[in-house]
């Protein structure tokens, strides 16, 4: 079946650092999304990508979709004691009913 | 417009017990999802449905059960609990597409003894 990896598993920064999460799929994907979870809480949706080498920023995150729509990265500018939690990578390979997420990447920051 | 709401929001289990937790969603969503999330292991999917009267096994079924007997309730069922299955459990509901944004509940903390 479909694997969604994503590393590193954890990453603990200062705060003022930049922070990269990488996702990498088994197969193409239609479409990749992002969500965070802050700790305590729930998963919250914060972004999806369809295209080939897509590229979306939302102030200080920028997110990547590949050119063969199998890997994408999430980069934090300057990161803030506000963006601890972890971020999750999900995707689906063409049309399909549910989404493979991967295993998400825990980020703390040092203020 | 409360979006995905949980019932209940913590429980404690002994060995062997069941219970049923209640997923509800008021977006008129056709898909819904029932998750756990165990550290390290990410949210990995246990049943989901694509409509009313449907279900369909995930990536974890084996120990729950399911019914969308209404479009905006989805329970999950635990018929024999076991220790095994002390996890945070979410629910999550999408509409157009079924790859389209998931909305998720608070999520249940469930603990077997």
């Known amino acids: 079946g479909q694997q969604v990896m994503q590393i590193p598993q954890y990453q603990h920064v200062q705060e003022g650092e930049d922070f990269t999460t990488y996702c990498n799929s088994s197969t193409t994907l239609s479409n990749i999304q992002w969500y965070k979870q802050r700790p305590g809480g729930h998963p919250v949706f914060l972004i999806q990508?369809?295209?080939?080498?897509e590229v979306k920023k939302q102030k200080r995150l920028t997110f990547q979709f590949g050119e063969a729509k199998k890997n994408s990265s999430l980069h934090i500018t300057a990161t803030q004691t506000t963006d601890v939690g972890t971020y999750f990578c999900a995707g689906a390979p063409g049309s399909n009913y549910k989404l493979t997420f991967g295993k998400g990447t825990l980020l703390t920051v040092n203020p | 417009n409360a979006g995905v709401t949980q019932t209940p929001k913590f429980r404690v289990l002994k060995t062997g017990q069941s219970m049923t937790l209640l997923c509800a969603q008021d977006m008129n969503h056709e898909y819904m999802y029932w998750y756990r999330q165990d550290p390290g292991m990410g949210l990995r999917l246990i049943h989901y449905s694509v409509g009313e009267g449907t279900t369909a096994k995930g990536e974890v079924p084996d120990g729950y059960n399911v019914s969308r007997l209404k479009k905006q309730n989805f329970l999950l069922g635990l018929e024999s609990a076991a220790p095994s299955q002390t996890s945070v459990y979410f629910c999550a509901s999408t509409g157009g597409q079924g790859r389209d944004t998931q909305y998720f509940g608070p999520g249940t903390r469930l603990t077997v003894l």
């Open positions: 990508l369809v295209k080939s080498g």
